[in-house]
């Protein structure tokens, strides 16, 4: 359900949303409301559990994962070494 409102714009962002609309075929009030919607999804926290979906099956056409994880492993153990080889402060 929509609800109305109204917004000051400037002349210039108004004749801007007019020429835009006409361009595309709409009216200012769906370009306006096109505007919204990608800022505020720009913007919004994004639901977890909806980016696990999304996520899911993403890797389903790699052939190389065994490498890939293999090469991960080998990297966080030479992080680790190297943390374990650094000095600790004095005074510890």
Do not use: N
């Not at 949303?17 to 919004?44: C, F």
């Not at 389903?60 to 990297?75: C, I, K, M, Q, S």
């Amino acid at each position: 359900m929509m609800e109305r409102t109204q917004i000051y714009l400037t002349r210039e962002q108004r004749d801007a949303l007019r020429i835009i609309a006409k361009r595309r075929g709409q009216t200012v009030s769906e370009i306006i409301r096109e505007a919204i919607d990608a800022y505020i999804d720009l913007y919004q926290e994004p639901d977890r559990r909806e980016l696990m979906h999304r996520a899911v099956g993403m890797w389903a056409d790699r052939d190389d994962l065994p490498e890939f994880f293999e090469e991960l492993r080998r990297e966080g153990d030479r992080d680790l070494i190297d943390e374990l080889a650094e000095p600790l402060p004095v005074g510890h």
